[in-house]
Structures are given as structure tokens and as C-alpha cells.
């Protein structure tokens, strides 16, 4: 490799050499030395590079329960949800793995797909919001800006349910009244700490709570405060508000993130290579144009729950090994 950071291949074989080795590498460190982050990196040099997905779900699924990985409950999950070559669909194993990427791995976005799993009924008989919500919570508290602006959402609608339940009774019910309150108060927290994020639609929920003066004390000044730094966000994400967002006004009137099913977003028998790009996935799926933005497995749990990562941009890289020649390595081998 040069100062400049390209690799200095002459033939496809040296490139194969080279590839053959860091696997090894990967090997050694996971199975000797018990490197999480190893054992990651060499699942994933199975599934990219040697195109065997099975021997890498394997490694991702022993990495996630058996050394609490984060990621590799993540990827793991995403695999299950929407199947590969040889790996089956199973989205209550894919379930198991977010939640336990969430509570014994600690990895964010584990949470908001477990949460939104629930929230959808795909992991449960029906829709559960309240088990989903504390699922949301860790997400936020992981500081997941999705989960957050979730975690709002359901706590604002099971607030509204609630309200509806009240005055449907012929007795006042203090209780309920007091459990509306509460949930109002955690959807504005939520709100409030997704808005610091820079999570733009909580900003937007935010200031319409002091708009209405719905669970906090109506104050304008503020309400356009927080318009103003949803603006600010929408400018800074270059994001143009059309019909095609996938972030839309809901019946609590606040706005929130349609639920979708995997056959919207996700057909393995159709697209079965997971690069496939995101101008063929635009001209296949164009009510979800922008749901996602770069369309690598990590990322297919979100494109099919319709949520997108920092409203449309791509979710950091996670760390491991041979990070910065890994997308190189992989380029060049495709034009090979």
C-alpha cells in the first residue's frame, strides 16, 4: 500500500493473495484470541468476499450471543429479517438477536429495529407499543435519533388512546387523566432529546406541543424557536419536503413514520446481490425513495421498516479492522 493509502496490486491474483490472508488474520485473532471485533470482520470477509453467506450468518449469530457484539446482533438481525441466499426469514429470531444486541450488546440501532419490530406486530401477535417503548428508551438513551422521535410517538398516541377512553366513560377517571399527563411529558423528553440529536421532526413535534400548549405550557416564542431549527436541519440535510417522505402527519396530529412490510422494500428472489443500486431500488420502490441510502445489508432493517438514517445519509461505519481499504478491496474485486 502507498503513502496515499491505494493498494498497489499489479494482478488479480496478488489482490486474491492478499484477500486470502487477511481472512486468515481474522481467523486467528477470532478464534484464538476471542476478538469480538475480529470474529465481525471475519463474517463479514465470508459474506463479501468469498460469497458465503451461511458460514458468516454462523459467525455473526455466535459473535452476537455468545460475546455480546453489538453489530453483529445488528447484522445478524437484518439477515433474518430479510433472508439471503441459504438464510431463511425468521423475524422472531431476528427479534432475539436486536434485543439481545440492545440490552447485553448495547448497540443503539439493535434497539430501534427490536422496537420497531414490536411496534409493527412482526414480532408479536399484535402491535405492542407499550413493550416497544421501552425498547425506544434504551434506543434514545444509546442516543439512536430514531428511537427517540419513536419513542414520542408511541408514548403520544397511547396518550390520545387514553384521552379517548376517558371521556368515553360516564364517571370521571382521575388515573387515566394522570397517565395521559405522564405519557405527555415522556413523548415532549423524548422529543426534546431527539431534537438535540438533530433528529429534524422532533424539532418540528416539539414546537408544536408548545404551539398547542399539549402537555406543556403554550408558549410561541419557543414553538418558533424549535420551527426554526427544524428548518435549520431540513437546509443542512438538503431535504425537500414532497409526497414521496416518508415522514408524515398522523392521526394524534403530530408526525410520525408510517409502518411498511417487507415485500415494499425487499425481495430477495428479485434482487438477490444486497449491492444492488439505489437508482434500481428508486425505479422498483418509488413511494420509498427515500428510505434508503445506502443499500448494504447493515442498512436493510431500516429501508424496510421506512426509516432512514439521519434523514437519508448513510449510518457511520462501525470500527473494525482494515476499515479504510476494506470498500477498495471490495471495488476492485468487482471489476475483476
Same mark, same amino acid.
Given at each position: 500500500?502507498?503513502?496515499?493509502?491505494?493498494?498497489?496490486?499489479?494482478?488479480?491474483?496478488?489482490?486474491?493473495?492478499?484477500?486470502?490472508?487477511?481472512?486468515?488474520?481474522?481467523?486467528?485473532?477470532?478464534?484464538?484470541?476471542?476478538?469480538?471485533?475480529?470474529?465481525?470482520?471475519?463474517?463479514?470477509?465470508?459474506?463479501?468476499?468469498?460469497?458465503?453467506?451461511?458460514?458468516?450468518?454462523?459467525?455473526?449469530?455466535?459473535?452476537?450471543?455468545?460475546?455480546?457484539?453489538?453489530?453483529?446482533?445488528?447484522?445478524?438481525?437484518?439477515?433474518?429479517?430479510? /433472508?439471503?441466499?441459504?438464510?431463511? $426469514?425468521?423475524?422472531? =429470531? *431476528? @427479534?432475539? #438477536?436486536?434485543?439481545? %444486541? +440492545? !440490552?447485553? &450488546?448495547?448497540?443503539?440501532?439493535?434497539?430501534?429495529?427490536?422496537?420497531?419490530?414490536?411496534?409493527?406486530?412482526?414480532?408479536?401477535?399484535?402491535?405492542?407499543?407499550?413493550?416497544?417503548?421501552?425498547?425506544?428508551?434504551?434506543?434514545?438513551?444509546?442516543?439512536?435519533?430514531?428511537?427517540?422521535?419513536?419513542?414520542?410517538?408511541?408514548?403520544?398516541?397511547?396518550?390520545?388512546?387514553?384521552?379517548?377512553?376517558?371521556?368515553?366513560?360516564?364517571?370521571?377517571?382521575?388515573? /387515566?387523566?394522570?397517565?395521559?399527563? $405522564?405519557?405527555?411529558? =415522556? *413523548? @415532549?423528553? #423524548?422529543?426534546?432529546? %431527539? +431534537? !438535540?440529536? &438533530?433528529?429534524?421532526?422532533?424539532?418540528?413535534?416539539?414546537?408544536?406541543?408548545?404551539?398547542?400548549?399539549?402537555?406543556?405550557?403554550?408558549?410561541?416564542?419557543?414553538?418558533?424557536?424549535?420551527?426554526?431549527?427544524?428548518?435549520?436541519?431540513?437546509?443542512?440535510?438538503?431535504?425537500?419536503?414532497?409526497?414521496?417522505?416518508?415522514?408524515?402527519?398522523?392521526?394524534?396530529?403530530?408526525?410520525?413514520?408510517?409502518?411498511?412490510?417487507?415485500?415494499?422494500?425487499?425481495?430477495?428472489?428479485?434482487?438477490?446481490?444486497? $449491492?444492488?443500486?439505489?437508482?434500481? @431500488?428508486?425505479?422498483?420502490?418509488?413511494?420509498?425513495?427515500?428510505?434508503?441510502?445506502?443499500?448494504?445489508?447493515?442498512?436493510?432493517?431500516?429501508?424496510?421498516?421506512?426509516?432512514?438514517?439521519?434523514?437519508?445519509?448513510?449510518?457511520?461505519?462501525?470500527?473494525?479492522?482494515?476499515?479504510?481499504?476494506?470498500?477498495?478491496?471490495?471495488?476492485?474485486?468487482?471489476?475483476?
Amino acid at each position: 500500500m502507498t503513502d496515499s493509502g491505494i493498494l498497489s496490486f499489479k494482478t488479480p491474483e496478488e489482490m486474491h493473495e492478499y484477500m486470502k490472508n487477511i481472512g486468515l488474520g481474522f481467523e486467528y485473532s477470532c478464534i484464538r484470541e476471542n476478538n469480538p471485533v475480529s470474529c465481525h470482520s471475519w463474517a463479514l470477509w465470508f459474506s463479501n468476499y468469498k460469497r458465503l453467506v451461511t458460514n458468516g450468518a454462523d459467525i455473526l449469530k455466535a459473535n452476537c450471543f455468545k460475546r455480546n457484539y453489538g453489530d453483529s446482533c445488528y447484522q445478524y438481525g437484518s439477515l433474518k429479517v430479510v /433472508g439471503d441466499k441459504g438464510v431463511l $426469514r425468521d423475524s422472531f =429470531e *431476528a @427479534f432475539r #438477536a436486536f434485543e439481545h %444486541g +440492545c !440490552k447485553a &450488546g448495547k448497540q443503539g440501532k439493535c434497539c430501534q429495529a427490536a422496537g420497531r419490530l414490536v411496534a409493527d406486530g412482526i414480532a408479536s401477535h399484535a402491535p405492542n407499543l407499550s413493550v416497544a417503548m421501552s425498547l425506544f428508551e434504551l434506543g434514545c438513551q444509546n442516543r439512536v435519533p430514531e428511537s427517540c422521535f419513536h419513542l414520542g410517538g408511541a408514548a403520544m398516541v397511547l396518550a390520545k388512546e387514553n384521552d379517548k377512553s376517558t371521556n368515553s366513560e360516564k364517571s370521571p377517571n382521575p388515573t /387515566g387523566s394522570n397517565d395521559s399527563s $405522564r405519557l405527555r411529558v =415522556e *413523548a @415532549f423528553k #423524548a422529543w426534546m432529546e %431527539g +431534537c !438535540k440529536l &438533530g433528529h429534524e421532526f422532533c424539532c418540528r413535534n416539539i414546537a408544536k406541543m408548545y404551539s398547542n400548549g399539549d402537555g406543556v405550557e403554550m408558549d410561541e416564542l419557543k414553538a418558533k424557536d424549535f420551527l426554526l431549527k427544524a428548518d435549520q436541519l431540513a437546509t443542512h440535510n438538503n431535504v425537500t419536503h414532497t409526497s414521496t417522505t416518508n415522514t408524515a402527519v398522523n392521526k394524534t396530529g403530530y408526525w410520525s413514520q408510517p409502518m411498511c412490510t417487507i415485500g415494499l422494500v425487499w425481495n430477495p428472489v428479485k434482487a438477490p446481490d444486497i $449491492r444492488f443500486s439505489s437508482s434500481q @431500488f428508486r425505479k422498483q420502490h418509488p413511494r420509498h425513495e427515500k428510505a434508503v441510502s445506502r443499500t448494504s445489508l447493515a442498512e436493510a432493517i431500516y429501508a424496510w421498516s421506512c426509516v432512514s438514517i439521519s434523514r437519508g445519509r448513510a449510518d457511520p461505519p462501525h470500527s473494525r479492522p482494515y476499515q479504510g481499504i476494506w470498500g477498495r478491496i471490495s471495488s476492485a474485486l468487482r471489476r475483476t
